[in-house]
C-alpha cells in the first residue's frame, strides 16, 4: 500500500485545514487508518485514528473537538479536518495504514506510512 498525504500548508490561528491521505488499493478498506504528527525537535505523536468503517474514530486529547477524522473507502482516501488550529500544531503530519481494522494509537500498529505533509500556524 502506497499512501499519499496533502492538504497541508501555511495558516493563521483559528484558520482550517484539510488534510487528505490516498491510499493505493482498494483492500485499504479493511484496514483502520490514522494520522500522526512530528513537531521539529519533539517525537512523532498520535492524533486521530479511524476504524475500517468510519464508525469509531479517536483522537488525542490536544486536538479533541478540534480535528475530525473521516474515510471515503469508494476513493481510498481518509481525511483530517483540523479547525481552530493553534500554533503548537505546527507540524509534519502523517498518515498511515494500520494493520488492524480497529482503533490503533501506537505507531507499532501501523505498517504503512505517507510521506508526510506540512502543516504551519502562524500565531
Known amino acids: 500500500v502506497q499512501l499519499q498525504a496533502s492538504g497541508g500548508g501555511l495558516v493563521q490561528a483559528g484558520g482550517s485545514l484539510r488534510l487528505s491521505c490516498a491510499a493505493s488499493?482498494?483492500?485499504?478498506?479493511?484496514?483502520?487508518m490514522g494520522w500522526f504528527r512530528q513537531a521539529p525537535g519533539k517525537e512523532r505523536e498520535f492524533v486521530a485514528a479511524?476504524?475500517?468503517?468510519?464508525?469509531?474514530?479517536y483522537f488525542a486529547n490536544s486536538v479533541k473537538g478540534r480535528f475530525t477524522i473521516s474515510r471515503e473507502n469508494a476513493k481510498n482516501t481518509v481525511y483530517l479536518q483540523m479547525n481552530n488550529l493553534k500554533p503548537e500544531d505546527t507540524a509534519v503530519y502523517y498518515c498511515?495504514?494500520?494493520?488492524?481494522?480497529?482503533?490503533?494509537?501506537?505507531?507499532?500498529?501501523?505498517?504503512?506510512w505517507g510521506q508526510g505533509t506540512l502543516v504551519t500556524v502562524s500565531s
Open positions: 479511524i476504524n475500517w468503517s468510519g464508525g469509531s474514530t
Open positions: 498511515a495504514a494500520a494493520r488492524i481494522a480497529g482503533i490503533a494509537t501506537m505507531p507499532g500498529t501501523y505498517n504503512y
Open positions: 488499493r482498494r483492500t485499504f478498506s479493511n484496514n483502520g
